[in-house]
C-alpha cells in the first residue's frame, strides 16, 4: 500500500505563492501518473496539473502560465508550485498516483486565499 503525504497548504493573500509537496511512501520513479486535484466547497473534484512516468507535464486551462508540477525522484516527492495565487484557487489540494495500474490519494492540504 503506497501512502501520498501531502503538505505546504495555507492561508496567503491573492498575488502571493505557494509551493505543495506529496511525498510518496514507495518510489515514484516508475509511476504512470501523479497528479495534484483541488475541490472547492459545494464543487466537484477537479484535475489542476498532473505528470506521467515520462515527465510530461499537463495543467488545467484555469492554471496555465501559473502552476507548475515537478518531481524529485531521489525524494519521492512531487510538488506543486503555485504563483500569480487567486481566491478561485481556494480548496482542498489532494495528491494522487496511478502506479502498476492502481490509484491512490492522500488526505489533501488546505489552500486558501483571501481577496
Known amino acids: 500500500q503506497v501512502q501520498l503525504v501531502e503538505s505546504g497548504g495555507g492561508l496567503v493573500q491573492a498575488g502571493g505563492s505557494l509551493r505543495l509537496s506529496c511525498a510518496a511512501s514507495?518510489?515514484?520513479?516508475?509511476?504512470?501518473?501523479m497528479a495534484w486535484y483541488r475541490q472547492a466547497p459545494g464543487k466537484q473534484r477537479e484535475s489542476v496539473a498532473s505528470?506521467?512516468?515520462?515527465?510530461?507535464?499537463n495543467y488545467a486551462d484555469s492554471v496555465k502560465g501559473r502552476f507548475t508540477i515537478s518531481r524529485d525522484d531521489a525524494k519521492n516527492t512531487v510538488y506543486l508550485q503555485m504563483n500569480g495565487l487567486m481566491p478561485e484557487d481556494t480548496g482542498v489540494y489532494y495528491c494522487?498516483?496511478?502506479?502498476?495500474?492502481?490509484?491512490?490519494w492522500g488526505q489533501g492540504t488546505q489552500v486558501t486565499i483571501s481577496s
Open positions: 494522487y498516483m496511478r502506479k502498476v495500474l492502481r490509484s491512490y
Open positions: 514507495s518510489s515514484i520513479a516508475s509511476i504512470n501518473l
Open positions: 505528470i506521467t512516468g515520462g515527465g510530461t507535464a
